[in-house]
């Protein structure tokens, strides 16, 4: 699992965590039944409170992206092909939300944006590869 915090950032770090997880288990790096290190082992690992990571782990939990077996562990859940597909139009959804929004503040035309994803999208190296092959 990889995680990487960005103390900088406007996102809280619990969000960061809950985040980077969640796509993780979407495009299938994290798998179904894979043991997930404990709470207090990612706050030393990420230097940072428990109390983040703990909030993050109660999200993804509500959310049935993991689950806690008592003495056990916590483990990634078994999501559907039709859960994980609504996970990411979510998450698609808000990128698009944030992009959208950007690009407004910094006085782009409808047009322009379109085609500013449109090349991007097609002819960015790192997006070559298919979604599962990537970081997303």
Same mark, same amino acid.
């Given at each position: 699992?990889?995680?990487?915090?960005?103390?900088?950032?406007?996102?809280?770090?619990?969000?960061?965590?809950?985040?980077?997880?969640?796509?993780?288990?979407?495009?299938?790096?994290?798998?179904?039944?894979?043991?997930?290190?404990?709470?207090?082992?990612?706050?030393?690992?990420?230097?940072?409170?428990?109390?983040?990571?703990?909030?993050?782990?109660?999200?993804?939990?509500?959310?049935?992206?993991?689950?806690? %077996?008592?003495?056990?562990?916590?483990?990634?859940?078994?999501?559907?092909?039709?859960?994980?597909?609504?996970? %990411?139009?979510?998450?698609?959804? %808000?990128?698009?939300?944030?992009?959208?929004?950007?690009?407004?503040?910094?006085?782009?035309?409808?047009?322009?944006?379109?085609?500013?994803? %449109?090349?991007?999208?097609?002819?960015?190296?790192?997006?070559?590869?298919?979604?599962?092959?990537?970081?997303?």
């Amino acid at each position: 699992m990889d995680l990487v915090i960005n103390k900088d950032s406007q996102e809280p770090i619990y969000n960061q965590i809950y985040f980077q997880i969640t796509s993780q288990i979407l495009n299938h790096s994290l798998k179904a039944g894979e043991q997930l290190p404990t709470i207090r082992s990612i706050a030393n690992e990420l230097r940072i409170s428990v109390i983040p990571v703990k909030m993050a782990w109660e999200s993804l939990e509500k959310n049935g992206f993991i689950l806690t %077996k008592t003495g056990k562990g916590t483990f990634i859940a078994d999501i559907t092909s039709d859960r994980r597909d609504f996970h %990411k139009s979510k998450e698609a959804e %808000k990128l698009a939300e944030q992009a959208c929004r950007k690009a407004k503040e910094l006085g782009l035309t409808e047009d322009e944006f379109i085609q500013l994803i %449109k090349e991007k999208y097609t002819f960015n190296p790192v997006l070559q590869g298919s979604p599962t092959e990537q970081n997303l």
